[in-house]
């Protein structure tokens, strides 16, 4: 679409034409393939039927649960009509937990029912519950300086609201509350913590998550509460008498147990040994049924990887799909990947992973050397057109992606419009009709330009030092 | 703003004023206080601390709760702080019912959890819960003219969808599954109801509301579906495999009991037996906060019977707000208060409802004799700048307003903006960040026009026939 070497004159065009192509590290020919791709993707890829079949067909998948065995089992039987050469699991170990009921209601000064969702891990409370007074908090910082004699007995309300970005920048300082509240919490003699929840939307939602149990001695229950109740709770607390909240909540660790990474392989013909990984996570949170997290990750690698396997022949290196498990939990899936695949990471030649939503790609970030910095600029020629800008060089590659990058492995990002995908996020309104079949069309497009060049391009990408 | 006479010759202009000022019901110097009042309205009225109020100190308040119970006690309190000389109220009887847990899931073919809530009056399952299949219509008018084998046995999956108005005009047409479809599915044998909730929303909630259960012999449990999780049924019926659904449900029908119309009077300095009603209902259902409904149509009201009774002297006639019970569950607290003050209808000179949430007022319907359409006019001058038009003559006065009208009462009726009304109606949805508080002064000024010039007038309304 955008072809400014169109407008030279044509002997200046050819010679530019010659200089281009003993410079650049890309093939015309493969741009010129990348191109149909991408094209062919806008017209006429179908991920939103994937991610409509998972969700439909399989619904909440947490991590060692029966839907994440039911997920496995629709990811192998996806992969393998997709036309992937090898279809494969590969068993990981996850700490397992049942989610029970999650009631919480104020009991003075206004007594109202609030909506809550336990975070990942909570411990139930006692049978019959329990009730005491709440004492806010504006952040985790916050929390962590108060005296213990503040919060001794008392249910800890961390009170901090997330700023919406396109970027979802405001994710990483908001999910502190969630990561860290509870143990701090615990330390300093709480009963209890409520986190307003790591979102940006205010419907009467609560987002659940992951938190960090590892250590903590005497774990207590930890709920987000939906924003709307945050709000009440503060409004109740302006009002200068102490409020009281019930919390009965009823949860229980499981014994460690199987997981699987589900991995699907298009088969490079020349390199076959030398992999472009390209992943999303399959297992999901347990409230909504994982459309934008990740359902549409897994939708858009896998009808990326069926273009490319639809071509005449196969590209160079090989193509891997790797829908990871166990993400939500602690990037697990990635993690003991990883640590199974050590003396092969060499053969990685870059990785990325696609787990933001469901909007279109804006920025193309890349962790790359810089020496290759021209495969980056020339991959923009193709994804310019798809209103995408060039980003910086680091990307961590997704959170799987970033388990890799670790260990030094090149990674690209195709960075999502993430404006509302914190209103979703970890919630049981993560369904289905918040996918737009046009946007995964765009994503696709961009991913296919991607991967099809690093699995065909002559040479490689070399390693990334790491930070530390 | 909008004087066409301005552009007509002096002369001409004198004549016409002179022939306007004889000819017109309401005086310049009455029109003159209401325009002083709406702008203070527009300046300083703050009807979002009472709602904000109602929703933080109160919350739920389903009709015969202890919810409403304390809703009755705010109410008065409030009142009498508003300064409102005469406060009181007036018991009515409600069929009390207690709602306990609903729980869906898909069992086959594909098994995960279904988001839903029992709508009002719906009995239990059996203990333990039902399972059967689901049989789809696409309207109550489909399942009415199917045969009983059909559905025999069968949970009636009703999957109409509303369409989204600023009027709310899709409501009436989708409603009739909600008030109609037990009591239809129930004769044809089906074992439970499943209905695609009534709203406009794509979030995974589902909307409670009222449905007949009088001389239903055999009733089943009824329950509203999220739309998320009506899409969802939808597609796995697509797939040509019988579904099944286990709902699991406990409520109970309890005995009746008392709820009460709370009801504050501005005493009229001259005529104070005549009486000008303007209203709101205090009930809620119980998931949200009843915020939009109708905690923002109790504030209008009660905020613009304190402008009025700010003024140095009382209006001519009596102004009675009159916060209705029971709306919800079927008019009651209307019904029940024309039943009681029968001999004193031709006193009430008119009545209007704020109950459509907390949009702006955008267009100004009545309900008066033809010969009092002068009076609309006039005030139209003071509504007009506030963005509303003159709508029709066919105002029913608002839900509780139209038992009045049903018996001749003349209605106004203030149109808010009801565009997304519906995303949030009779969900938990319904709380204090729905509400904008600068559409609620602008309520507020059109709601105390309308009130202080009916209350002040010279003349009266007369009645209006009703229609049989």
């Keep these: 679409m955008l072809r400014p070497l169109l407008t030279l004159t044509g002997g200046l065009l050819a010679a530019l034409a010659v200089v281009s192509a003993q410079a650049k590290p890309l093939s015309q020919e493969d741009i010129s393939v990348a191109e149909v791709l991408r094209d062919r993707a806008l017209e006429s890829s179908d991920a939103y039927s994937i991610v409509e079949s998972l969700t439909v067909e399989v619904g909440p998948r947490r991590a060692g649960t029966e839907g994440d065995r039911r997920a496995v089992a629709w990811a192998l039987q996806k992969m393998k009509t997709l036309g992937f050469d090898r279809v494969y699991t590969e068993q990981i170990d996850v700490k397992r937990w049942h989610r029970g009921h999650a009631h919480a209601e104020v009991v003075a000064p206004f007594p109202q029912p609030l909506v809550v969702s336990s975070l990942g891990y909570s411990v139930p409370t006692p049978e019959g519950g329990l009730t005491a007074e709440i004492v806010e ?105 102490p409020v009281e909240v019930k919390l009965d909540v009823d949860n229980e660790l499981l014994a460690d147990g199987p997981s699987f990474n589900v991995i699907g392989e298009i088969t490079g013909r020349e390199k076959p040994e030398e992999v472009m990984i390209i992943g999303a996570h399959l297992d999901s949170w347990d409230e909504g049924t994982g459309a934008l997290d990740d359902g549409a990750g897994v939708a858009i690698v896998l009808e990326t990887a069926r273009l490319i396997a639809e071509l005449p022949s196969r590209p160079r290196r090989t193509l891997r799909v790797v829908l990871f498990g166990a993400e939500e939990i602690g990037l697990v899936g990635a993690k003991q990947y990883v640590e199974a695949h050590r003396s092969e990471l060499d053969n990685i030649i870059a990785v990325s992973e696609s787990d933001f939503g469901a909007g279109k790609v804006w920025r193309f970030d890349t962790r790359l050397p810089e020496n290759k910095f021209d495969i980056a600029d020339q991959m923009m020629q193709l994804l310019a057109p798809l209103g995408i800008e060039r980003g910086n060089n680091n990307s961590h590659g997704g959170p799987d992606g970033s388990v890799f990058v670790a260990q030094g492995v090149p990674a690209f990002g195709l960075y999502q419009d993430g404006t509302d995908y ?22 696709v497009a961009a991913w ?5 060049l690093v699995a065909e391009m002559e040479g490689d990408l070399g390693r990334v030092p790491t930070e530390h």
Excluded: C, W
């Design 448 to 452: 296919v330009v991607m991967s099809f």
């Design 422 to 443: 914190f209103d979703f996020h970890h919630t049981p309104n993560d369904t289905l009709d918040k996918v737009d079949p046009e946007n995964l069309k765009q994503n």
């Design 137 to 241: 908090f504006a952040d985790v910082e916050a929390l962590t300086k108060a005296p213990a004699k503040k919060v001794k007995g008392k249910i800890v309300f961390i009170n901090r609201r997330m700023e919406r970005a396109r970027t979802g920048e405001g994710y990483g300082p908001a999910v502190q509350g969630r990561s860290k509240g509870m143990r701090i919490a615990a330390e300093k003699g709480a009963v209890a913590l409520l986190l307003r929840s790591v979102g940006t939307d205010s419907d009467r939602f609560a987002h659940t998550g992951m938190m960090s149990i590892e250590g903590v001695e005497n774990p207590v229950p930890a709920l987000a509460l939906s924003a709307p109740d945050a709000n009440l709770l503060e409004a109740m607390l302006k009002r200068g008498k």
